[in-house]
């Protein structure tokens, strides 16, 4: 059986997001239904004492479906972007690496220290992502509508041999249905329980729903109707990627097998970035993603700079000290 938790990234009146669980063939599924989007409860967040990533922690892709070159750039130069400094490169802030250490400074910081009283097992180091490889499906061998039970197979293809651990992410193309895509869910991360393997899925919404998971770079489906942000890649589609891939990830690492970092019930939970959807700058409310950066050049929007001079909008992470949404700008 396999575990899932899903994130839904959206609309204006944006997402908090209760889960619903939905029995399939590989296990129980969780899926985010679109809500208002409301504030957190109060130190609710919290450690589980369970399992949370560390140490450099491989990352492999599988593209299912055509990904233009381009494309498929902007989420390695993401990921690449992830575990470098800015004062390795001399590049500005606020960069990726910057909201990814937040990540380690806020939830594998305080396992750690619960680790060392006698708790759970917790990891020892900072967590740094490692791109470990990338295959591609262009051909859709499993077809173009897929099932949540049928991402474990596409994951166990992602995943290398060696080094061992880490999570498989599968990026489906915008032209490929997957169970709830939309209705439900822009992507979810989960685990096999026999294994312990991570993995995570995202889909392009371009063609689907770009109003509900590439928000705020479309118009939402309904609701006030602002003038969508120009996103910083020229792709509203491929930056809705970035900011699910953003969230998928870091719900993986902080509650890779459900006894991690969450609010709420195990099997609906909140995690690092999910429990602040639609937060991405200071004074964000439902319809406004907050107070952000702006290249003068392009117009486009953004919060973090990240690698060969790329510029990303990525999601707020919960404090579970403060039980605020912190951003980068």
């Avoid at 970035?273 to 117009?299: F, I, N």
């Amino acid at each position: 059986m396999a575990k899932h938790s899903s994130v839904l990234l959206l609309l204006v009146a944006l997402v908090t997001t209760t889960n619903m669980a939905a029995a399939s063939s590989a296990g129980a599924a969780t899926s985010r239904k679109l809500m208002f989007l409301v504030q957190p409860q109060p130190n609710l967040l919290t450690y589980h004492n369970g399992a949370v990533l560390g140490g450099d922690i491989p990352v492999s892709i599988l593209w299912y479906g055509r990904f233009t070159p381009a494309q498929k750039a902007v989420v390695v130069d993401f990921l690449l972007s992830l575990s470098t400094a800015p004062r390795e490169t001399g590049g500005p802030a606020p960069s990726v690496s910057q909201w990814w250490s937040s990540i380690n400074q806020l939830y594998l910081a305080k396992a750690v220290a619960v680790s060392k009283n006698g708790a759970a097992a917790a990891p020892h180091k900072n967590a740094r992502v490692v791109l470990a490889g990338q295959v591609s499906d262009e051909a859709c061998s499993l077809g173009k509508r897929l099932k949540l039970s049928q991402l474990p197979t596409l994951a166990a293809r992602a995943r290398p041999s060696k080094p061992p651990g880490g999570v498989a992410l599968v990026l489906t193309a915008d032209d490929v249905a997957v169970e709830g895509f939309c209705m439900s869910r822009c992507g979810l991360h989960a685990s096999d329980p026999c294994t312990r393997a991570a993995y995570a899925w995202v889909g392009n919404p371009a063609r689907q729903c770009p109003g509900q998971c590439a928000w705020p770079f479309h118009q939402p489906p309904y609701g006030p109707q602002p003038p969508p942000l120009v996103p910083p890649s020229g792709d509203a589609g491929m930056d809705g990627v970035v900011i699910n891939v953003a969230t998928v990830l870091s719900g993986a690492v902080t509650n890779p097998f459900g006894d991690g970092f969450y609010q709420g019930d195990r099997a609906a939970p909140l995690e690092a970035a999910s429990a602040c959807a639609g937060v991405y700058g200071k004074g964000a409310y439902p319809g406004y993603a907050g107070e952000l950066l702006v290249d003068k050049v392009t117009g486009a929007s953004y919060n973090a700079h990240g690698e060969r001079g790329r510029k990303f909008l990525l999601p707020a992470l919960f404090d579970p000290d403060t039980s605020a949404c912190s951003t980068l700008v």
